[in-house]
């Protein structure tokens, strides 16, 4: 089989490529792998001194220009390739980032089959849309109506660099004024985007700021994220996807997980739960059950398209 392979945040293609050694030898000799490095520079990264490679990243918070570029970089190069890819193979943001990919290639070209027939995904997070345009209609529903201070307090989570501060959409002052359908989009997508923040605290991304051009005097309504939620996204990613996380990650992680896996179909969606935090498998309980997921959700893509 051939795999496309996008890294996690705050590594590259040579560190992924280390992460994912056990499982590669257990898969065994006859795959390809080609790996595709981000383009935006990661000053720290808590996996500093354990693997030897460069620092990247596809794209810095909620940046939708730069998930954009991202799918660029995927588009191009799934263009210069002779042979077609059978799965991706993502990990962490690289596996946002394809998730992203997928849906939003479906929503442009509807009635085209996907680029894969199936997907490994590692602990994806928040998913972001290339489009800066996405929902909006849906998002100023409820932001035109909460309170200047609940705008203030999502405001103040957006600017905060190390991911501290306490946005709490279920304690807006403006709820009252929402219906029940713009509150559920409220509540779901801005503890989206906290949780978001509270998972940069968390891997100890501090000196990256996700909002570089943000000032105290922007319009929240325009810059909140464009997230692909299953609360308003209609579209499921309809290959098989395999899901793989560890019981010890951590709680915020856990909770992007969950959703990330909602905008896949749910009855060609594999659980991969391994003994582990924020990594890839690299045991042999865990490798020998992605090894199956993977094999599993082959067979099973040889039979979707």
Not at 172 to 191: D, P, Y
Not at 210 to 237: G, L, M, N, Q
Request: charged letters at 25%; proline letters at 5%; aromatic letters at 10%.
């Amino acid at each position: 089989m051939r795999f496309v392979c996008f890294h996690g945040y705050g590594t590259s293609s040579e560190i992924f490529e280390q992460q994912f050694t056990s499982i590669a030898k257990a898969l065994g000799d006859h795959h390809e792998y080609v790996y595709l490095d981000g383009e935006v520079s990661v000053t720290r990264t808590e996996l500093a001194g354990v693997f030897r490679g460069q620092t990247l990243g596809y794209y810095d918070g909620c940046n939708s220009e730069q998930v954009e570029q991202a799918h660029e970089l995927i588009t191009e190069l799934l263009a210069t390739e002779e042979e077609p890819f059978d799965a991706v193979l993502a990990n962490s943001q690289g596996a946002s980032l394809a998730i992203s990919y997928l849906l939003h290639q479906q929503i442009q070209y509807p009635d085209k089959p996907p680029p894969f027939r199936f997907a490994v995904f590692f602990t994806p997070g928040i998913i972001i849309s290339p489009d800066r345009e996405y929902k909006t209609k849906e998002i100023r529903s409820f932001l035109d109506k909460v309170d200047q201070g609940d705008i203030n307090k999502i405001l103040a989570g957006l600017l905060d660099r190390n991911g501290r501060t306490m946005i709490e959409a279920e304690k807006f002052t403006g709820l009252v004024n929402l219906s029940a359908r713009e509150r559920e989009l409220c509540l779901s997508l801005v503890q989206q985007t906290e949780t978001l923040l509270h998972t940069r605290r968390n891997f100890k991304v501090s000196e990256t700021n996700a909002y570089p051009d943000f000032t105290a005097s922007i319009d929240c309504k325009d810059e909140f994220p464009r997230i692909f939620h299953p609360v308003y996204t209609d579209e499921r990613i309809p290959i098989p996807t395999v899901h793989v996380i560890g019981s010890d990650e951590n709680p915020a992680v856990k909770r992007l997980a969950k959703v990330a896996k909602m905008l896949c179909e749910r009855d060609r969606v594999i659980s991969v739960v391994h003994r582990g935090a924020h990594e890839i498998p690299h045991k042999n309980e865990g490798v020998d059950a992605v090894v199956r997921a993977i094999e599993k959700a082959d067979f099973m893509g040889q039979r979707v398209w």
